[in-house]
């Protein structure tokens, strides 16, 4: 059987506790979210990342400026609709295994190729990913527009091509959840890492760093093959 995230357990229990043991009906509103975290034993943020998941299967909805509530079309949905989080996470996998063979090598032309100006944004826009970790904000268009950065800077026409897949490589991470709290703290580090070799000009380092990051993502969220070791 796949490994679970720890999201993917916790909505799998909020959907047994709330609608499978009959504790909230349709159109009911959830408990407020630090109650409920307590009672699932899991951070507020693994709480909010489930929610989002089952947000996004119908099972929940949220009404802006009211709450989170039971979907009315609750019943409706087949196994929770986990067969179709099955289908992403394998995408996921997919994703991730294209940006560990592309990127590292993608990001060691970009250090070569890049122009000043080049350099400076991806320095920016790298700062601009930080940011938005240490604020608590949305990451997902910071991390996207870093990453495309990147790509752009090695000059190769099909390189750039493959932009649209690294992007949604990006934001399906996010959305799909997994162990955000950490997630965020290894992309901290590790592009605090590729930054300081980008602007060392040091390809190898750079080569290096932006492997380790796409490995700390794949063992984080459980993407590796049966058997692999994590770093």
Known sequence: MEKQSLTQQTARRLYGSIVAEGGLAPGDKLPNELDLSRELGVSRTTLREAVRMLVAQGVLEIRRGKGTFVSARVEEIDDFGFTGLSRVRGQLRDLFELRSIFEPQAARLACRRATAEERADILAKGKAVADCIR????????????????????????????????????????????????????????????????????????LHAMAIHMRHSVDVMGLGEAGEKPL
């Open 135 to 206: 604020s608590g904000a949305d990451r997902t268009q910071a991390d996207a527009a870093f990453h495309a950065a990147i790509v752009r800077a090695t000059h190769n026409e099909f390189m750039v091509r493959l932009l649209p897949l690294i992007q949604r490589a990006v934001a399906t991470a996010v959305e799909t959840g997994g162990e955000a709290e950490r997630l965020a703290a290894d992309t901290l580090r590790d592009h605090a890492l590729l930054l300081e070799f980008f602007a060392q000009g040091d390809e190898e380092g750079v």
